[in-house]
């Protein structure tokens, strides 16, 4: 599978085309618009979030709540987009002479991608490069993914994302029963934490950043069940699916870093700590008796659950700004205020389980034959039943 996105962040819509779904796969927009819904959630969010209400229009693909097998093509209109129409438009502005597009950008942001775009693009107004690389464009990344989150569904797989740190602050409590009550506990948490004590601490830190003009990040963590063994491949370098998961982790904007399973720790520990024990019993076929590699060895999934941590750097946009140069006059400023959020961890936690969905999805449309989704069902259920008996 593949998908495209377009859209600016205060242009008219958001748009993704979906392509490589299996046919007859139920799909209605408001299983779409739920996921819309938590990424908009989060604590720490500026006030683009009020104004926005995200919901998707299918524009092609589905019939009778079927897919079809065609392209799927989704569309979510930037409501703020009414207050933008002069400074966004796609005509050429009716300017008097020597009147310039008002709320130009020439003091880049140190963080954002706003100085390098120029470099790249030639853009000499800065918003022509913030438009795009906004994180705006995750919205509609997450469609894409609520989309695969439905195809791993309905195949007996689960995604799931919580929060375990922020602006320094650990949750001690990384155990949960099932995903059901991960997810019930994550969803109720405004910072998507399962530690009520480390939710108070970083609600607090979010506070006093924004009070302090700054900007904090953290750590995300997203936990697939349910993947049978052999997914991806150890062949060839573009065929790791880890690889590929790592990839779209630090694809989401402000993302730096990632890890699978006990990550970075295993560069600290003896063989004998780090790799999973195997086990076998006649109804469970092969397991593990830890999962430290967080689900991965030679590219390919193990069968256990699939643990990957992606690190969010703190939002570059501060209302206390850091020193920049004017890309007109050359002299040094403060860069350019943009509104913006104190802390996106919460939000991009649901970013990342939509990324990691869609790899997984991919993957397994990839590898098993996926043209109908009844075939495809019962050809994942042959997979678990061969390495059950294996
Ligand atoms: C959900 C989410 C919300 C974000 N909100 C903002 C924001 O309000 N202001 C800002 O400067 N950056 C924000 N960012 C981060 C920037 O988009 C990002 O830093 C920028 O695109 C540069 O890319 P890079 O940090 O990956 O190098 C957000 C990121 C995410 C995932
Ligand atoms: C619009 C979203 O996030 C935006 C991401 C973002 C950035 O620079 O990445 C800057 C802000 O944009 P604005 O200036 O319009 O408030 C965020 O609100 C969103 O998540 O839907």
């Known amino acids: 599978m593949r998908y495209i996105t377009a859209g600016e962040s205060h242009g008219p819509q958001l748009t993704t085309i979906i392509e490589g779904l299996p046919a007859g796969m139920p799909l209605v927009a408001d299983e779409i618009n739920e996921q819309l819904a938590r990424r908009q959630k989060g604590y720490g969010r500026g006030r683009r979030m009020q104004i926005e209400k995200d919901t998707v229009q299918i524009t092609s693909g589905v019939r009778h709540g079927l897919t079809l097998g065609s392209p799927v093509a989704l569309v979510v209109t930037n409501d703020d987009w009414k207050h933008w129409t002069k400074i966004m438009g796609q005509e050429p502005p009716d300017l008097e002479d020597g009147e310039e597009v008002k709320r130009k950008i020439t003091r880049p942001r140190p963080g954002h991608a706003d100085l390098n775009g120029g470099l790249k693009y030639g853009h000499r107004d800065l918003r022509n490069v913030l438009e795009r690389s906004s994180a705006r464009e995750t919205t509609v990344r997450v469609a894409a993914g609520a989309v695969a989150k439905k195809l791993l569904s309905l195949l007996g797989i689960e995604v799931a994302s919580h929060v375990i740190e922020i602006g320094g602050i650990k949750s001690e409590v990384r155990k949960y029963e099932s995903m059901d009550s991960l997810k019930e506990i994550a969803e109720n948490?405004?910072?998507?934490?399962?530690?009520?004590?480390?939710?108070?601490?970083?609600?607090?830190?979010?506070?006093?950043?924004?009070?302090?003009?700054?900007?904090?990040?953290?750590?995300?963590?997203?936990?697939?069940?349910?993947?049978?063994?052999?997914?991806?491949?150890?062949?060839?370098?573009?065929?790791?699916?880890?690889?590929?998961?790592?990839?779209?982790?630090?694809?989401?904007?402000?993302?730096?870093?990632?890890?699978?399973?006990?990550?970075?720790?295993?560069?600290?520990?003896?063989?004998?700590?780090?790799?999973?024990?195997?086990?076998?019993?006649?109804?469970?076929?092969?397991?593990?008796?830890?999962?430290?590699?967080?689900?991965?060895?030679?590219g390919m999934t193990t069968g256990m659950p699939i643990v990957v941590r992606g690190v969010m750097k703190p939002i570059p946009t501060l209302y206390k700004p850091l020193q920049s140069v004017d890309i007109d006059s050359k002299e040094p400023f403060s860069a350019s205020i943009e509104r913006s959020d104190s802390c996106a961890v919460p939000a991009a936690a649901v970013v990342a389980e939509h990324v990691v969905a869609w790899e997984i999805a991919s993957a397994i449309v990839e590898q098993f034959y996926a043209d109908r989704l009844d075939t495809l069902i019962s050809t994942i259920e042959q997979q678990r039943t061969f390495a059950r008996e294996f």
């Open 189 to 298: 948490s405004p910072v998507r934490c399962l530690d009520a004590n480390a939710e108070k601490a970083m609600m607090k830190a979010i506070d006093e950043a924004k009070e302090n003009g700054d900007s904090i990040g953290g750590i995300v963590e997203v936990i697939v069940e349910g993947v049978p063994a052999g997914v991806g491949s150890y062949v060839h370098f573009d065929r790791k699916l880890d690889a590929k998961l790592a990839a779209a982790i630090v694809s989401i904007n402000a993302f730096k870093g990632v890890e699978f399973g006990i990550g970075f720790e295993a560069a600290r520990k003896p063989g004998s700590a780090v790799h999973d024990e195997i086990v076998w019993d006649e109804k469970k076929g092969y397991s593990r008796k830890t999962n430290r590699l967080g689900g991965f060895e030679g």
